[in-house]
């Protein structure tokens, strides 16, 4: 009879072993290259507001990357020692991420790459925006105001992030269009508003009277040449901007016809990747987040696409408050 029933106590264990498996919180990671601006703010927070966070069947952490690449792969060894279940990536830097990502492999954690490129082939997928085709539709704004003719100045995002190099691609893809166009200044504001202010001021100084138009490879960095026009005395309808990401001060900048501005849905990217992630670690998983019904040309997949790209989505006078009241 002892036998009989240690035997039924193993074979109920072993029945039960893979529900609880199934039942199993996850624990999912994601370190972002820096959480200082509003973009990655509301990335992170649309996270925390998945339907499958919310319902408490997955839990997840938020990694500031501090703008540096050696920080976020500290944070990739934190996740693997603690053994997370998959990791969503927003990389620093295109190349020096990649070690992280093989890091992650090899200990058998699934990633799953987000709003930033990383050179490696070890992703799960991607989910994020064509940057080219931002690029190229922010200084085709720009140019097209300038008449494609006169003077500009380019306001880049970190050197050696996939957004600064794949933006400056379309940027350059525009302006081979306008060959009377010149650019005067090429530099580094790190999509910082204040490191862009400072920029635009010796610019004002060095080219006076000179530029006509700004391309600023993000919103924070649009927004900051604005506030040097202005501190400079001069008039910013005078002057061709924009930027990328419809952060909330660049759709009002965009209302008051001071710049112009095309969305990147930081919900859509964080929400899709997260799905995206919870399959690589469940396979049985079905996606949750609304993002596959409001896009409905990116297709699922079974989440094993290689890339899921959300589309852009120009900021105008007439969509601006539809947009803001979407923040709320």
Known sequence: ?????????????????????????????????????????????????????????????????????????????????????????????????????????????????????????????????NDVEAGELEAKAVLDKMGCKGNLVIIEGPIGQSGQIQRLEGNEKALAACPDVKVLEKQTGNWSRAEAQTLMENWLTSHPGQINGIIGQNDEMALGAIEAIKAAGLKVEDFAIAGVDGVTDAINSVKRGEMASILQDANAQAQGALDVAIKAANKDYKPESKIWTQYPDMKWADGAEKDYLVPWTPVTKENADKLLESRN
């Open 1 to 129: 009879m002892k036998k009989l029933l240690l035997a039924l106590v193993a074979s109920a264990a072993m029945l039960s072993a893979p529900a609880m498996a199934q039942d199993k919180k996850l624990k999912i990671g994601a370190t972002t290259y820096g959480l200082n601006a509003e973009f990655m703010q509301i990335w992170s927070a649309a996270l925390k507001e998945h339907p499958a966070v919310k319902s408490g069947k997955v839990d997840v952490t938020v990694f500031d990357g501090r703008y540096d690449a050696l920080v976020q792969q500290e944070q990739f060894n934190t996740m693997i020692t603690q053994k997370f279940d998959a990791i969503i990536f927003v990389p620093m830097d295109i190349e020096a991420g990649a070690t992280a990502v093989q890091m992650a492999h090899d200990a058998g954690i699934p990633v799953v790459g987000s709003n930033a490129r990383v050179n490696s082939d070890l992703l799960t997928s991607y989910v994020g925006s």
